[in-house]
T-cell receptor
Framework: DGGITQSPKYLFRKEGQNVTLSCEQN?????MYWYRQDPGQGLRLIYYSQIVNDFQKGDIAEGYSVSREKKESFPLTVTSAQKNPTAFYLC?????????FGSGTRLTVV | EDQVTQSPEALRLQEGESSSLNCSYT??????LFWYRQDPGKGPEFLFTLYSAGEEKEKERLKATLTKKESFLHITAPKPEDSATYLC??????????FGKGTKLSVIP
């Protein structure tokens, strides 16, 4: 079945450490997105990519970085510059008229 | 700037008690309005896309409607398994989704 796979499901980060969240899709969608979800807040856009080797900042890109070397993959790195990284991270991909979401990665700072 | 406001923030219903969730929006050039269901600790699950005022879509106990300023998600005779957070989002000229904060629905047996 086609879909989006996010890994790991749970991730723990120490202070000052960079971590990378994986997102893979087999839907053949051109566009991919990363959202952050905090309790009581809507999903907020971190980065998005419309095509391979190109990506744009969303509303809350500071402290994050991405790459898009393959159509299927859009990894997100949470850097040490992100001061409040504890959140639920969602990856999505889209085609005309439809957005599909992964099952999320919960990142906790320890 | 695109804005989406959902109300109420939380809603408790008795099983079988019908109600509606509201999503009001301000966008330039609406391409589509999306409804998702999200269970705790999981990703949003697609429900409906509406494209133009007057459009309606139905799925089991859910019916979504759209006007030029808002959308409603009507829940008829809800069951406990309908308990979830319902998210509304709009897609405008930038080909990305802007979300509301969601409505947490609890259906009590």
């Amino acid at each position: 079945d086609g879909g989006i796979t996010q890994s790991p499901k749970y991730l723990f980060r120490k202070e000052g450490q960079n971590v990378t969240l994986s997102c893979e899709q087999n839907l053949n969608h051109d566009a991919m997105y990363w959202y952050r979800q905090d309790p009581g807040q809507g999903l907020r856009l971190i980065y998005y990519s419309q095509i391979v080797n190109d990506f744009q900042k969303g509303d809350i890109a500071e402290g994050y970085s991405v790459s898009r070397e393959k159509k299927e993959s859009f990894p997100l790195t949470v850097t040490s510059a992100q001061k409040n990284p504890t959140a639920f991270y969602l990856c999505a991909s889209s085609t005309v008229g439809g957005y599909t979401f992964g099952s999320g990665t919960r990142l906790t700072v320890v | 700037e695109d804005q989406v406001t959902q109300s109420p923030e939380a809603l408790r219903l008795q099983e079988g008690e019908s109600s509606s969730l509201n999503c009001s929006y301000t966008v330039s050039g609406l391409r589509g309005l999306f409804w998702y269901r999200q269970d705790p600790g999981k990703g949003p699950e697609f429900l409906f896309t509406l494209y133009s005022a007057g459009e309606e879509k139905e799925k089991e106990r859910l019916k979504a409607t759209l006007t030029k300023k808002e959308s409603f998600l009507h829940i008829t005779a809800p069951k406990p398994e309908d308990s979830a957070t319902y998210l509304c989002a709009v897609e405008a000229g930038s080909y990305q989704l802007t979300f509301g904060k969601g409505t947490k629905l609890s259906v009590i047996p």
